[in-house]
């Protein structure tokens, strides 16, 4: 008797030979080959990353915007007129929003706006509303009381010790030609610098309104070597 082979035993073989062939073409194809990159990955990645960068810049921008605008804000001292205390040429930090929840006070030292000038000026509040105020030489009167000024009182006996007033000139005295007014009005400030003999101050400017103080200066920031934080009213 003939003996029966399967017919297909060769169609299996062949059929399971072409399915393993495909099946590796298609594991080959789904295999980068080595040294090979991914298109897009890399650009996508970059771009990705010059995104943040770019996010990164807005923000700082911003914040650097909304600090200088609403909290804090540099300032450079230009002029004598604050001698002995700060020199011409030191970097402050002014608090603008100090006033926003307080009212100035005796011996802060403030930075407001000149609009008549066009600048910035540095002095010490002396007088604030309702405050009557006299200067006679190196004597500041407030309500008819005087007043001790601890921050200039060292250069005031230093001069005086030679037989010299601190304080001295055609406008050196309150009230005079200029301003005539003594009692300092409501919204306003009367300020002057601590080198009474050369500032421009309220003496020949006049009161100064709430609207034109920009802040309190708090810290001296430049020189390095001089950095503090602002003692008002010492």
């Known amino acids: 008797m003939e003996s029966h082979q399967p017919k297909d035993d060769r169609n299996v073989d062949q ?16 295999i980068p080959a080595r040294g090979s990159k991914v298109k897009g990955s890399n650009n996508g990645g970059l771009l990705k990353e010059v995104v943040e ?25 230009d002029g004598d007129s604050m001698l002995p205390n700060f020199e011409s040429g030191e970097r402050l930090i002014v608090n603008k929003i100090v006033y926003t929840f307080g009212e100035p006070k005796f011996g802060d030292v403030v930075v407001f706006d000149v609009p008549e000038e066009g600048r910035k000026f540095i002095k010490r509040v002396i007088g604030v509303p309702g405050d ?3 200067i006679e030489g190196d004597k500041l009167y407030i309500n008819g009381e005087l007043r001790e ?20 000139g055609p406008n050196a005295d309150f009230p005079n030609q ?3 007014e003594t009692v300092v009005p409501e919204g306003t400030i009367f300020a002057l610098g601590d080198n009474r003999s050369d500032s421009k101050d309220s003496r020949t400017i006049g009161f100064v309104t709430d609207k034109e103080v920009i802040g309190r200066a708090d810290l001296i920031f430049w020189p390095l070597n001089k950095i503090e934080f602002i003692k008002h009213g010492q």
Do not use: C, M
């Open 15 to 30: 059929v399971d030979s072409v399915e393993e062939h495909h099946a590796v073409e298609s594991n080959a194809e789904s």
């Open 53 to 77: 960068w770019i996010k990164a810049l807005v923000i700082a921008v911003v914040l650097v915007f909304v600090i200088r605008a609403f909290l804090f804000s540099p300032f450079i001292v």
């Open 132 to 134: 009557t105020i006299r």
């Open 149 to 168: 000024e601890p921050y200039i009182k060292e250069v005031i006996d230093a001069a005086q010790a030679i037989g010299q007033q601190y304080n001295w």
């Open 178 to 180: 200029n301003v005539s």
